[in-house]
């Protein structure tokens, strides 16, 4: 609804900020808070047609947006023609690797959809970090930075695994042996926050 573009816009008043929004009651919200907004799937946008030249964006924020989208990667190759040579690309993206949703899978068969979460019913596709590094990868781009964002009940528990010469983690009946602290590090963590570029 445009919140963070108004945030973008208050803080860098000459910048122009683009949303695109496929629902039409939120992207009327947004149309009050930006300077423009497209209303469609970002797969469907044809740029040029909206006045966007390519070469004109420095700045693309994609906040829990991929996972949404039928063909994330049609959508990465799509803006590429429309960025800056030094253009930013920052995600968010849930981490489908996180422990406690692959351990409901593997152990009780739980696949259930919610209205928000890990499994939120609008999602259609997952990503560990490799998988969605391998999308930025085959879609032109690199991983320039990753923030991991912990899982807030897990801060206390890896603390204190990272620390152990050996890190062997048991939940329920799945146990994971010899863990590295990067293993351990995705496996706790809900979110990643990521910035790329194009691939020189």
Not at 4 to 31: D, F, M, Q, S, Y
Not at 60 to 68: G, I, N, Q, S
Not at 176 to 188: G, H, I, S, T, V
Request: hydrophobic share 45%.
């Amino acid at each position: 609804s445009g919140w963070l573009g108004h945030e973008v816009r208050r803080r860098h008043p000459n910048c122009r900020v683009i949303g695109i929004e496929p629902h039409a009651a939120t992207a009327k919200v947004a149309a009050t808070r930006l300077n423009q907004v497209i209303q469609a799937p970002f797969e469907n946008v044809d740029f040029p047609a909206e006045g966007i030249a390519e070469g004109s964006i420095d700045t693309v924020v994609a906040a829990d947006v991929l996972e949404h989208m039928v063909d994330p990667w049609r959508a990465m190759l799509k803006i590429k023609p429309m960025l800056t040579p030094d253009a930013q690309l920052i995600f968010s993206v849930p981490n489908g690797r996180h422990i406690r949703f692959i351990h409901g899978i593997l152990e009780f068969g739980n696949w259930q959809y919610t209205d928000r979460g890990m499994l939120d019913v609008t999602h259609l596709r997952f990503f560990s970090l490799q998988t969605f590094a391998t999308l930025l990868q085959e879609t032109g781009y690199r991983i320039e930075h990753c923030n991991y964002f912990l899982d807030q009940s897990l801060e206390a528990f890896y603390a204190e695994q990272v620390k152990q010469p050996k890190i062997n983690l048991c939940v329920g009946r799945i146990a994971f042996n010899d863990l590295k602290p990067q293993e351990l590090l995705e496996l706790c963590t809900w979110q990643f926050f990521i910035r790329a570029r194009a691939a020189g």
